[in-house]
């Protein structure tokens, strides 16, 4: 199982991203994949999920700023930032698991300035 995260870089606050992840191995149109973030010092912290089926899960922090979305053609899951805040700031995974075990994407830097 290989995840492939892209579209992280640094923006002014309000402004937006999209990060991609594209996944390879498993079977993707039945797995939930999830973005996590982590800032320096903190814990990995969810921020939203989907489901094979579409269904997404948020975290309250990111409620109406961030869309997760998926083409199960393409086999990626796309995360749109909006409204971006100097806290969403971190490194941000895709996630998924098969069979119990986790698999993470390498990461990719956010950074939004004030």
């Known amino acids: 199982v290989q995840l492939q995260a892209s579209g992280g870089g640094s923006v002014q606050a309000g402004g937006s991203l999209r990060l991609s992840c594209k996944m390879s191995?498993?079977?993707?149109?039945?797995?939930?994949v999830g973005w996590y973030r982590q800032a320096p010092g903190d814990q990995r912290e969810l921020v939203a999920t989907?489901?094979?089926?579409?269904?997404?899960i948020y975290a309250d922090s990111v409620k109406g700023r961030f869309t997760v979305s998926r083409d199960n053609v393409r086999r990626t899951v796309a995360l749109q930032m909006n409204s971006l805040k100097p806290e969403d700031t971190a490194v941000y995974y895709c996630?998924?698991?098969?069979?119990?075990?986790?698999?993470w994407g390498q990461g990719t830097q956010v950074t939004v300035s004030s």
């Open positions: 996630h998924t698991a098969r069979a119990g075990r986790p698999f």
């Open positions: 989907i489901t094979g089926a579409g269904s997404p």
């Open positions: 191995g498993i079977n993707f149109s039945i797995s939930t």
